[in-house]
């Protein structure tokens, strides 16, 4: 079956740099456009970047809460997407969640077929 496996979460001070991980196996990893989204306690999953599949433009696209700090990645050829964090904030404390679509409207949840299980990131001050 189609599985998105997170990693790379974990503890670290504000305006430190942290780069998660998702692995995918069971889907053509390159026909699909991938997101980072996430959800904080008592809050709702927000979108947080996402990434075209190659051959679409190669576009990437960000929350206006962690442009010119995150930075979304793909590498096909080992089936993996990344988030490049750095100057992390108190305020992105949160699961972070990986997910692929084929759909093109990339900045909402509910156009995403598959999820990973989350991984955590939190940050002190």
């Known amino acids: 079956q189609v599985q998105l496996v997170e990693s790379g979460g974990g503890l670290v001070q504000a305006g430190g740099s942290l780069t998660l991980s998702c692995a995918a196996s069971?889907?053509?990893?390159?026909?699909?456009?991938m997101g980072w989204f996430r959800q904080a306690p008592g809050k709702e999953r927000e979108f947080v970047a996402a990434?075209?599949?190659?051959?679409?433009?190669?576009?990437?696209f960000y929350a206006d809460f962690v442009k010119g700090r995150f930075t979304i990645s793909r590498d096909d050829a080992k089936n993996t997407v990344y988030l490049l964090m750095n100057s992390l904030k108190p305020e992105d404390t949160a699961a972070y969640y990986c997910?692929?679509?084929?759909?093109?409207?990339?900045?909402?949840?509910?156009?995403?077929?598959?999820w990973g299980q989350g991984t955590q990131v939190t940050v002190s001050s």
């Open positions: 997910a692929a679509t084929n759909a093109l409207l990339l900045r909402y949840g509910d156009r995403y077929d598959y």
């Open positions: 069971g889907l053509t990893f390159s026909k699909y456009n």
């Open positions: 990434i075209r599949r190659v051959g679409v433009g190669g576009s990437t």
